[in-house]
Nanobody, 116 residues
Framework: QVQLVESGGGFVQPGGSLRLSCAASGFIFSRNAMRWYRQAPGKGRELVADISSTGSTTIYADSVKGRFTISRDNTKNAVYLQMNSLKPEDTAVYYC?????????WGQGTQVTVSS
């Protein structure tokens, strides 16, 4: 079954950290670039971070540069998002994403809430 399953979300105070994980199955993971998106309440879905198939190239949204780190383990078919120095404006549902040929594949999302 072709799918992405996110985990690791939760409630954290400002300044805290979380690590999101995305487990991939049903496709050749090592050939795919992977992305993390997020969607805050009442807003559109935005790209947070992108990592190339080998992990050699990463791209970040300006809003998370220096705080978030995307990584992957092609031996485990997994991609991660380490989030540090979290802010209330990082509150959102975070989604893992890739393209299967030209079709976007999305996970179910994991909620991250940053609040004091």
């Amino acid at each position: 079954q072709v799918q992405l399953v996110e985990s690791g979300g939760g409630f954290v105070q400002p300044g805290g950290s979380l690590r999101l994980s995305c487990a991939a199955s049903g496709f050749i993971f090592s050939r795919n670039a992977m992305r993390w998106y997020r969607q805050a309440p009442g807003k559109g879905r935005e790209l947070v971070a992108d990592i190339s198939s080998t992990g050699s190239t990463t791209i970040y949204a300006d809003s998370v540069k220096g705080r978030f780190t995307i990584s992957r383990d092609n031996t485990k078919n997994a991609v991660y998002l380490q989030m540090n120095s979290l802010k209330p404006e990082d509150t959102a549902v975070y989604y893992c994403n890739t393209l299967i040929l030209i079709t976007p594949l999305w996970g179910q999302g994991t909620q991250v809430t940053v609040s004091s």
